[in-house]
């Protein structure tokens, strides 16, 4: 059973460009949350989707948008990239009808933006 | 902002218990206490959570307090592979609505030496 994967791992761009990260949750889960870590610190929430609907959002500028397609995978996309976007970007998945005694996110391994 | 206080670094011996404190004095009644791990380079990773009562699974322990304002996770008997950057949450879970954020703060970097 693959857990939740993220592509591309790295990536590089330029101020000003816009960039897509995409996300593949755990099979069976149905919600998709994204989360923004800056170097030295814990992550900070962006959104999530469910249903393909945004449901829930941080305190993230409308430059960052995303995505949730039926098969449940999902996109994060931030256009005018500043360098204080460069961070480790990190998908997480979980299934909404969880019970709060069993509900857990599983979290994929991130993909590093470096903006230049 | 998070609503807990923990220490930022502790060490451990290896095999010996890690006992990793956290605060969390405004806690509310139907808010849980989650513990997540994140070792480097990789995503943050869960280990338990609880509401009031100690709970224990495969990984860990958790220690609630009586008045709930404070919580200990243990690890019984530590290895270098859980030398980790440790967050403790606290978190409403709202099903209705969608799933609650995690709020995230710096977390406890548990170091365990050999």
């Known amino acids: 059973d693959a857990g939740v994967t993220q592509s591309p791992t790295h990536l590089i761009k330029t101020r000003g460009q816009q960039v897509t990260l995409r996300c593949s949750p755990k099979?069976?889960?149905?919600?998709v949350s994204w989360y923004q870590q800056a170097l030295g610190q814990g992550p900070q929430f962006i959104f999530q989707y469910y249903e393909e609907e945004e449901r829930q959002r941080g305190n993230f500028p409308d430059r960052f948008s995303g995505h949730q397609y039926p098969n449940y995978s999902s996109e994060l996309n931030v256009n005018a990239l500043l360098l204080g976007d460069s961070a480790l970007y990190l998908c997480?998945?979980?299934?909404?009808?969880?019970?709060?005694?069993?509900?857990?996110?599983?979290f994929g391994s991130g993909t590093q933006l470096s903006v230049l | 902002d998070a609503k807990t206080t923990q220490p930022p670094s502790m060490d451990c011996a290896e095999g010996r218990a890690a006992n990793l404190p956290c605060n969390h004095s405004?806690?509310?009644?139907?808010?849980?206490v989650y513990w997540y791990r994140q070792i480097h380079s990789q995503g943050p990773q869960y280990i338990i959570h609880?509401?009031?009562n100690n709970e224990t699974n495969e990984m860990a322990s958790l220690i609630i307090t009586e008045d709930r304002k404070s919580s200990t996770l243990i690890l019984p008997h530590a290895t270098l592979r859980d030398t980790a950057v440790y967050y403790c949450i606290v978190r409403v879970a709202l099903f209705l609505s969608g799933n609650t954020p995690l709020v995230f703060g710096k977390g406890t970097r548990l170091s365990v030496i050999a």
């Open positions: 405004t806690i509310s009644g139907n808010e849980y």
């Open positions: 099979s069976g889960h149905d919600t």
């Open positions: 609880g509401l009031k």
């Open positions: 997480a998945s979980s299934l909404l009808r969880h019970t709060p005694t069993n509900e857990k996110l599983f």
